[in-house]
């Protein structure tokens, strides 16, 4: 195995950025050996940014909240009947963000996530919202799903 370890690499007029058409890598390091790499933005190739989630969860919102998977969440709380509030493992630059989620009590019934406005306002850190029924009443249900992006 080769190792090229650089600090810049400029293309041929001197500029930081390069284009590549094809890379091929088991893994790309940063300059501290970690396998994660930080950007500001993605793009494709005609210049249209990607958005990806943030923070995303899935989790047994009946009984005793449990998480099924995530990413950057680090804990749900159980704030009432299909009252939650999503803890982040990493607050975002700002409160700006779209959530969007889905819920389902596994049996088929209708069931509608309302995401929480008017008395609490989202936060860097979490985002609280509720899990109701089609009557608009609140409801405990075993498959909650959020997806939080800014």
């Keep these: ?4 370890k650089v600090d810049t690499i400029k293309n041929s007029s001197g500029q930081s950025e390069i284009s590549v058409t094809t890379l091929k890598a088991d893994t790309i390091q940063n300059t501290s050996g970690a396998s994660v790499i930080k950007v500001d933005t ?3 190739t005609s210049g249209k940014g990607f958005y990806p989630a943030r923070a995303w ?10 998480i099924f ?6 804990s749900i709380t159980d704030n009432a009947i299909g009252n939650y509030t999503t803890n982040f493992g990493s607050s975002f630059a700002s409160s700006n963000y779209t959530t969007v989620g ?5 049996s088929g019934a209708y069931i509608a ?12 850190g979490s985002r609280r919202f509720e899990t109701s029924n089609h ?5 405990d249900v075993p498959y909650v799903y959020a997806v939080f992006t800014l």
Excluded: K, L
Excluded at 1 to 4: E, H, V
Excluded at 113 to 123: E, G, K, L, N, Y
């Design 1 to 4: 195995m080769s190792t090229i």
């Design 42 to 44: 993605i793009q494709d």
């Design 57 to 66: 969860v899935s989790f047994d919102g009946e009984g005793t909240v449990s």
């Design 69 to 74: 998977d995530d990413g950057n969440v680090s």
């Design 102 to 106: 889905t819920a389902s009590s596994g």
């Design 113 to 124: 996530t309302r995401i929480f406005t008017a008395s609490d306002s989202p936060a860097t």
């Design 135 to 139: 009557n608009d009443a609140a409801r």
